[in-house]
C-alpha cells in the first residue's frame, strides 16, 4: 500500500515546523494533521483515492477564537500549545469534528465547516474551524506540564502530566451519563457535560496509551450515542492499555452497577456518612429510577464481563446482595398520582406516576434484552455446496447470558413478592389511605404484574429458540408453509416475546417439530415433555392431548386393518374432544379435512360440533338464533366462530352427498360403506342438542331446495317446529312445508290452523290457490281426529266453511266477469286485482256484482 503523499513541511527537521500527530475520520472522510507549531490542517480524502488539503489552522487563529469566547486566561495563551488531537465521529457529534488537549490540561472541542454550512452531510470537505467549546482541568490539578493526552469515544480522557523525567501522573475524566440523563429528565433546559474524573500515579513515563477492549457503539445515530447506562449489563466494558517505560497497566471502565456495588462494599469504612448515606446520595443524584435499577441489578448478581473469555463472573455476596435488596425494597418510593387538585377528583391508571421499584425494574429489564429485541430469531446461510440452511442471528452463548440474568430476575421477584407492593397480593392494593391512593396502588401494580409477566415469557421464548437450535432447525423451517416460512425469516425476538403474531408462529413451529420427529418414529410423550420442561407455555397440557391425537391420525393413515383404522380414529377424535376449548378455527379445519379424507365423516362432523359448543359453553350466541349480529361484540365474535365450525359440517355433508350419488345402495343384501356412513352421519346430526346448529342446518338444507329440503318433513327434532313456525312467518314455501309437517304426522288440527291462515294471509296468492288451501283444510276437519277435541276440529271446521263459501261466490264471480264482454278490458283488470289475489268480504262481493 502506498500512503497518500503529504506536504514537505510535514516531514521536515525538527527545527521547522513538522507533522506532530495524524488522526483520520472515517465517518466523514477527514485527515487531520497537527504540526510542531500546532497548527490543525483538514485533508479530505476523496473517493477516487485522493488527498485535498481543504484548510490550515493555525493556533494563532484557535487563540483569537478562545479570546471572542472567554477572554484572556492564563490556562490558554502562546506558552500552551496543542499537544494531542483527537477525532470526533459523525455518529458520536454532529457540529464536534476534534477535540483539541492542550499543554495547560484544557480540551478544545472544535468545529470544521464548510462554506455550506451544512453539519449533515460528509460529501464536501470544510473550509473553516473554529473552537465551539472549552473544558477546564480541575484547579492546581495540571501546572502546564501535559506531555501526551487522548479523547477515547464516547468522551474518555486520558491526560499524563510530565512530574519529572522519569515520572508521569494521570489525570483521567468520563461522562457521567447518568448524571446527564438525571438532569435532563429533571427539565434542565440547557444540556450539561456532567463528568467524573480522577488522579493516578504511575511511577515510570508513558510511552503509548490505547483502546485494547470493549469499543463503544451504542447506538448508530447521534441519538442516545454515549449511553452507557443502557449498554452496561450488554456490552463489554472499555478497556484502555497503557504502555510505561516499566510495563503495560490496563484501565477498565466502571459500570454504575459497580460503583453501587462499590457503595455497598466500601462505604462504612471510605465514607464520612456511612452505607445508607452513601446509597441516599446515589438515589438522590440519579434519581430512583436508576438507583432502583442498580439495586436491583446488584441483588440479581449483575454480570461482568471477562475481555479474555467473555464468561460472566457474578456479584456473589450474599450480604452485599442482602444489602442492595433492602434498599431496592425500601428506597423505591410509592406510586403517586401527578395534578390531581381535588380531593374528590379520581386520576386514571394511565396518570399514575409509579414508584422508582417499577421504573428500576423496566428500566434493569430493557437493558437485559436490548441487544436481542430487535434481533431477528434467524437467517439464511449457505453452506460450501451452496445448500441452503437457517442458522441463529444471535450467538447461542449471547442467548444463554441473557437468560441467565432473566432467570435471575425472576428469582429475585418470586423470592421477594411478598414484600413488593404491587406483587404482594390484592390485600396490599386495598392498603390506601384514599381512593387516589388505592388507584395508584392498582396502576402499580397493572405494570409490576406486566413486566414479570413479561420477563418470563422471554425466559420461556428464549428456551423455545434454543430447543429449535439444537434441532434440526433448517428441516423445521423447511416444514412449514410458505406464508410462515417468510414470517419466521422477518421474525425479531421481541414480536416472538410480546405479540399474537409471535405466539402464532411458535405453535406453528412446534407443530412442525412434533410431526418431525413422530415422522422419524419419537414417542410424541418424549418430545412433549421435553417441551414443556424447557418451555412450558410453548406447549400445554392440551397441546400434549393433541399431539396425542394426530400421532393417532398419522398411524390410521397407513394402517390396512379397517377394525384397527377405526379404533385408531376414534381414539384421535377422543382425544381431540378433551381439547376442544383450546383449538383454534384453522386447527378445526385441518382436522375435519383429515377427517375426511381418511372417510371418517361422523368423527369429523362430531368434532366441529363440539368445538362449536366449548367455545361458546354460555350459549351467548343464542340471541341470534333467527338473526345474525349485526354491532360488534364478545357474542358476536363467538357467534361467527360457531357458524364457521357449522360450515365445516354442511362441507362434510356435500362430500358424502358426492360420494352416495356414484354408490349403490346395497351390496349382497346390505348396505354399501358409503350409504352406511352416510346413514351415521345424518343420524348424529339430527342428534344434536345444539339449537343453534339445527337452524342453520334447516337453513341450508332449505336453500339446497329438491331432497334437501323435503328432508325437513321427516326430521323428527325438537327444534325443526320452531324453526318452520318462525320462518313460515314472512316465507310462504316454510309455511306450506309447516302444514305438511303437521301432516305427515297426523296432527290434522295442526295442519288445518296452517292451511286456514294461508289461505286468509297476505301472501301473494291466487284466489285458485286459496280455495285449494281452504279445501285441504276441510278435509282435514272432516277427518277422524283424536289429537284434539271435536268441538274445535268443528269449529274451526265451521269457520272455514263459511270462508270457502264466500271464496267460491268470489270465484263463479270472477269468472263470469272474465266472460261478460260488456266490461272493459281496464275495468276487468282492475275487478281482477281486487277478487283473483285474496278474500273479499261478502258485501263487497254484492257491491262488485254485475246487475
Known sequence: MFAPRLPAWASGPKDTEHVKQMVVDDTRNLLYTLSSKSTIRVFHLRGDGALAQSLSHSFSHTLANIRVMVGNTPLLGPDTPIVSISPVSFLQARRTHLIAVTKSGCRLFMSAVSSEFS?????????SMQVIHIRYPPN?????????????????????MERNATLDELFFAAPDSAKIQALAEAGTTKLQLAEQASSAELGSRVEAIELVAGTFASQRTPLGFGNELATQYDLAPTEIAILTNSGVTVHRRRRLVEVFDGLLRYGSTASAIGVEGEVRKFFNDYGRAEGCASALAVACGASQESTASQTASRISDTEIEDL???????FGGKPRADNVFEASGVPSLDSIKVSGRAEGLQLYLARIVR?????????ESRTAAGVLEYVSSVPVEKLRIVQDQLVRLDHFVRTNKSFIVGLSGADSLMVAGSKIDEVANQAEHRMLHALVTLNQSMIEGISFVLFLLEDRLTDIVLSLDTANRELVGTMTYGELFATSNGQNLARELVQAIVNRNIAHGVNVDTIAEALRKRCGSFCSADDVVVFRALEQVKRARTEKDADVKQRLMRESLRLFEETAASLSIDNVSDMVQQFRELQY???AVQLALVVAREMDRGN???????????????????Y?????????????????????AHAPEMIDGALSPIMRLRNDTWTLIYNSDDELFHYHLYDWLYSRGGAYAERLLDINSPYVLGYLTYRGAESLDHCELLWQYHSRRERLFEAAEVLHELAISEFQLSLEKRLEFFSRARNFCSSSYSGASRRKMNELGQTIQEELDVAVIQDDLLKRLREDSRISNDKKFKLESILGKGIVDLSRVYIISPS
Do not use: M
Open 119 to 127: 453539519f449533515e452531510t460528509t460529501d464536501s470537505a470544510p473550509t
Open 620 to 638: 351467548i350466541a343464542l340471541p341470534f338464533l333467527t338473526e345474525p349480529p349485526t354491532v360488534e361484540s364478545e357474542a358476536a365474535e363467538i
Open 140 to 160: 492546581g490539578l495540571v501546572r502546564n506540564d501535559v506531555r501526551k493526552a487522548k479523547v477515547f469515544t464516547p468522551g474518555y480522557f486520558f491526560c499524563f
Open 601 to 603: 365423516h361422523p368423527g
Open 640 to 660: 361467527r366462530k360457531r357458524v364457521q365450525c357449522y360450515g365445516f359440517v354442511f362441507a362434510i355433508l356435500e362430500d358424502l352427498g358426492r360420494l352416495s
Open 324 to 330: 442492595a435488596r433492602r434498599y431496592f425494597i425500601e
Open 371 to 379: 441487544s436481542v429485541w430487535p434481533a431477528f430469531i434467524i437467517s
